[in-house]
């Protein structure tokens, strides 16, 4: 049967490539939204090479010697995973998942030798999130529930302001499993309020009813973070065309006349109209019929200009999208000679064959001992840095004298490469600035000198020379 599994986590950081998962929790539910089984929380250690982000962690609390005295190692943790919560049908959901908590799974899996995609796709899975769907609520049908704002009137559509305002659980913020709770509370709060709304934006979660909604070229809804918020976070766009993938359709905003654009200079304050809306972020669209008077209104739009400018766009599409298309990122080519210090980065460099897969699923059933001299040929040249850096940072003490010392000059290398600028530099500076704010309290000190500590435990100081 198909489940919700509601998930969330706390991470050492915010880049996915280059920090980690520290805390997972989640909750499986029935499509009712009622609880399966007992929730899952899991610690999941760092290791070695990884410094976490003080400030993130001044967040959640969770310490490095926490998630290594209470936690699963990366590889313990993805047999839990795969075995017991990645079931077959299941549709993973998170708040703001798909920007950021499904970004950290996919490497969590590639750096421990799984398929980075297979877990939300294969034998029935799927992926949505709730982030667009409370968008999208609050801008056109948002009656029944409580919507907050800021204290300049801006709306909001933080987690722990909907459950707070709406009195839904949510025991405390950045907890990884309290957050699973509100976010169910929260979905529970629209398929109660706006069923319909609820039913329908879940349905177009699926890649072909996307597609089949774009199909007609006509104006259509469109809810996404790129919008402004006094604008509910709507438009109304139209279709350009296809990236040069089939991973997803460029589309035009229709709050700005295409009679007036030029192509995009390249500067961040610089608003451009044309956006590529992926297939797999389960896009928040709607037909434009949905549109009553009230909704026209939150969105500040009106049938009559989308009209016009949808008219203006026909002689202006081909340029705006040939413009576009022009300025796309390269596809990436084969790689030849990949630097172990860039593994961890190249995740979306291509997919794995059949034989590369059916080796990965060899290495991951093999104890320690079994791989110390085990040396595979991977078709795919990041699997061979990915394989040693399996074996260091999940089995080091496994390691052969050589494989041991490439494995802590890797550390040095990472760590301590760039002087001034490098990692363990920034992360102390980092550090004693925290320490000098007199508002922290007890609780986030302690923080800052566990910190320091796990610093001093893993960074080779002075025993190794770094590159």
Known sequence: ???????????????????????????????????????????????DDILPDPDALLVTKITPQKTRSDGLSEKEFLEVFHRDIATPDTVFVGFNSIRFDDEFMRSINYRNLYDPYEWQWKDGRSKWDMLDVVRMTRALRPDGIKWPVSSD??????LENIAALNDLEHEQAHDALSDVF?????????????PKLFSYLFDLRQKNKIKELLSGGVPIVYTSGRYQSEFEKTTVVAPLGEDKTGSGMYVYDLRYDPESWKPHSGDKDEYNPVKLMKYNHCPALAPISVLDSESWARIGLNLETVNNHFHNLDSKKDTILDAQIA?????????????????????????????????????RQMQ?????????EFVDKRLSGLYFLYKARQFPKSLLAEDREKWEQYIANRLLG???????????????????????DADKRYVLEELALYAQSVVPLDSYSVN
């Not at 599994?5 to 880049?15: I, M, V």
């Not at 509100?182 to 706006?194: C, N, S």
């Open 182 to 194: 509100a976010t169910i509370g929260v979905a529970k709060l629209i398929q109660t309020m706006q």
């Open 327 to 363: 300025v796309e990122k390269p596809i990436a080519e084969s790689i030849l000679d990949l630097p172990l210090e860039q593994v961890d980065e190249r995740i979306y460099d291509g997919f794995y064959g059949d034989q590369d897969k059916r080796l990965c699923s060899r290495i």
């Open 368 to 376: 320690p001992d079994e791989l110390v001299e085990f040396n595979p």
């Open 418 to 440: 760039g002087g001034d600028n490098s990692r363990y530099a920034k992360y102390m500076k980092r550090l004693q600035e925290l320490a000098a704010l007199e508002y922290l």
């Open 1 to 47: 049967m198909t489940s919700f599994f509601f998930y969330d986590l706390e991470t050492s950081g915010f880049n996915p490539r280059s920090q980690r998962i520290m805390q997972f929790a989640g909750q499986r539910t029935d499509l009712d939204l009622q609880p399966v089984g007992e929730p899952f929380n899991i610690l999941i250690k760092l290791t």
């Open 153 to 158: 009137g801006v709306a909001v559509n933080r």
